[in-house]
């Protein structure tokens, strides 16, 4: 199955990702990240993109996961 996923984030000229099919493994698969224990899937990433001085950085076709999630500062 190759389903093409429509999850984007971008933040200004910063920070843009988006996906591009699901995980696939006969094991199970938990990403280590915060929230990851809620509902959502282990997908593929498409491009991870960063580039805040000095941060500069690029992956694809790494491992990520997708979910609805809502931002607020406390500020």
Sequence with gaps: MNRHYREQMKV???V?????????SD???FCGIPGAD????EIVAGRFH???APLRWEVSGRC????EFTYRSEG
């Design 12 to 14: 200004g000229e910063f």
């Design 16 to 24: 843009s990702a988006h996906t591009t099919e699901p995980a696939v």
């Design 27 to 29: 094991q199970p698969v």
């Design 38 to 41: 809620q509902p959502g899937r």
């Design 50 to 52: 960063v580039d805040d």
């Design 64 to 67: 990520g996961f997708a979910k």
